[in-house]
C-alpha cells in the first residue's frame, strides 16, 4: 500500500503543479480551450495599424497591378528578416515611383498592404485554430490521467491492471510535459504575426505620398 500511496501522490503532486492554462477549467479565460497567456484577438483590424486608405473590400485589388505579386509573395516569407521585408517594399515603391504615370502609386501600395494584411490574418487565424486544437488535447489528456488515478485508488498495489496503469500515467505524464513545453513557442506564433503585420504596415504607409 505504500508504494501505490508513493505513485498516486506524485501523480497528484504533477497535476496540481501544472499551469492554470493547462488544467481543464475556465481559469484561462472565457474560452477553456485558450491556453496562452496573451489575450485572444481572433481577428486583426487594419485599422489599428494602417493609416493609409481603407482596405476592405480591396484584398485582391494586387493582382491587378503588375509586379505585385512577387513582392507580396517575399514580404510573406515568415524567413525574411524587417531589413528584407523593408528593402522589398522600398524596391517596390521606388518601381512605382519611376511607372507614376502608368499606375496610382498610393492605390498600388494600399493594394499591396490589403493583400499581405488579409494573407496574415488568415495565417494567424490557423496558427490560433491550432493553439486550440493543441490545448483541448490537453486538456483530454489531463483528464485521461485524472481518471486513471481515480480508477488507481481502488486497486491492490499488486494487481496487474495497477502495474499497467501506473506505466499509463507515467507515459502520459511524460506527453503531457513534452507538449507543455512546446506550447510557449505555439502561443508565439499569432504575436509574431501580429508584429509582421505590424511592420509591414508602417513600411508601406511611409511610402506613401
Known amino acids: 500500500m505504500r508504494h501505490r500511496s508513493t505513485v498516486l501522490a506524485a501523480a497528484l503532486l504533477t497535476l496540481a503543479s501544472l499551469p492554470a492554462a493547462s488544467v481543464p477549467a475556465s481559469a484561462a479565460g472565457s474560452d477553456p480551450d485558450w491556453p496562452c497567456v496573451q489575450i485572444l484577438v481572433p481577428t486583426l483590424s487594419s485599422g489599428q495599424i494602417w493609416p493609409g486608405d481603407p482596405i476592405e473590400g480591396k484584398e485582391g485589388d494586387w493582382r491587378a497591378i503588375p509586379g505585385t505579386e512577387p513582392v507580396l509573395k517575399q514580404i510573406l516569407d515568415r524567413r525574411l528578416d524587417p531589413e528584407q521585408e523593408q528593402a522589398a517594399i522600398d524596391r517596390f515603391a521606388d518601381q512605382l515611383e519611376a511607372d507614376r ?52 485508488q481502488t486497486l491492490s498495489a499488486d494487481a496487474p491492471e495497477a502495474a499497467a496503469l501506473r506505466e499509463e500515467i507515467a507515459w502520459r505524464r511524460r506527453i503531457l510535459d513534452e507538449r507543455r513545453r512546446n506550447q510557449t513557442a505555439l502561443c508565439e506564433q499569432p504575436v509574431q504575426l501580429e508584429q509582421k503585420a505590424g511592420r509591414i504596415a508602417r513600411d508601406i504607409a511611409a511610402r506613401l505620398d
Open 101 to 152: 504615370a502608368a499606375v496610382d502609386r498610393n492605390a498600388a501600395l494600399t493594394a499591396l498592404f490589403a493583400g499581405a494584411f488579409d494573407a496574415l490574418n488568415q495565417e494567424r487565424g490557423q496558427a490560433i485554430s491550432a493553439i486550440k486544437r493543441y490545448a483541448h488535447q490537453q486538456r483530454v489528456l489531463l483528464d485521461s490521467i485524472d481518471a486513471a488515478l481515480t480508477r488507481l
